[in-house]
T-cell receptor
């Protein structure tokens, strides 16, 4: 049973470009969470999605950031017009339901030039 | 801030010794979880303890929870070099949102 798969592992973008981060949850998991981790910091919650629905996006910046989890395919975290401050590791986690342990992917390291 | 404190921030011990890590939190919780993160990797779930539980064991791990003091501890017995990692105490609030601290850096010397 494959774990949470994130791709790409590393992504380099220039300021102003768009970044798309993908997350395929574990088989049987319908709950997906995105977190951001700055160097030497813990993870910060961004958004919680179930299939086709955003449940909680209170940790996501209102501008330039969006997330989706379509009926088919992976969850996508999209960052438009990236800036240097977006450089971070972005982790996706999935769980089979609320209040269940979350299983994490290895993250996507985003670097903005 | 909903984050509590983790103590100590860093811990260095000899292989075979026990490691005790503590955390406190500020809000009411549904459960509390401990995760491990090796450098450059994602997080690995270690153990979950529910708010109505006081102690839980998993292999060499022992977790306690004191809801009256809003605190938890993680004990790793007979530590190994492979236990070297950052450890996070994470509590779950509304909408299963996990709140992370900065973590505790554990170094186990061979």
């Amino acid at each position: 049973n494959a774990g949470v798969m994130q791709n790409p592992r590393h992504l380099v973008r220039r300021r102003g470009q768009e970044a798309r981060l993908r997350c395929s949850p574990m088989k049987g998991h319908s709950h997906v969470y995105w977190y951001r981790q700055l160097p030497e910091e813990g993870l910060k919650f961004m958004v919680y999605l179930q299939k086709e629905n955003i449940i909680d996006e209170s940790g996501m910046p209102k501008e330039r950031f969006s997330a989706e989890f379509p009926k088919e395919g992976p969850s996508i975290l999209r960052i438009q017009q990236v800036v240097r401050g977006d450089s971070a590791a972005y982790f996706c986690a999935s769980s089979p339901g609320e209040d269940q342990p979350q299983h994490f992917g290895d993250g996507t390291r985003l670097s903005i030039l | 801030s909903q984050q509590g404190e983790e103590d100590p921030q860093a811990l260095s011990i000899q292989e075979g010794e026990n490691a005790t890590m503590n955390c406190s939190y500020k809000t009411s919780i549904n459960n509390l979880q401990w995760y491990r993160q090796n450098s450059g990797r994602g997080l690995v779930h270690l153990i979950l303890i529910r708010s109505n539980e006081r102690e839980k064991h998993s292999g060499r791990l022992r977790v306690t929870l004191d809801t009256s003091k809003k605190s938890s501890s993680l004990l790793i017995t007979a530590s190994r070099a492979a236990d070297t990692a950052s450890y996070f105490c994470v509590h779950t609030g509304a909408n299963s949102k996990l709140t992370f601290g900065k973590g505790i850096t554990l170094s186990v010397r061979p």
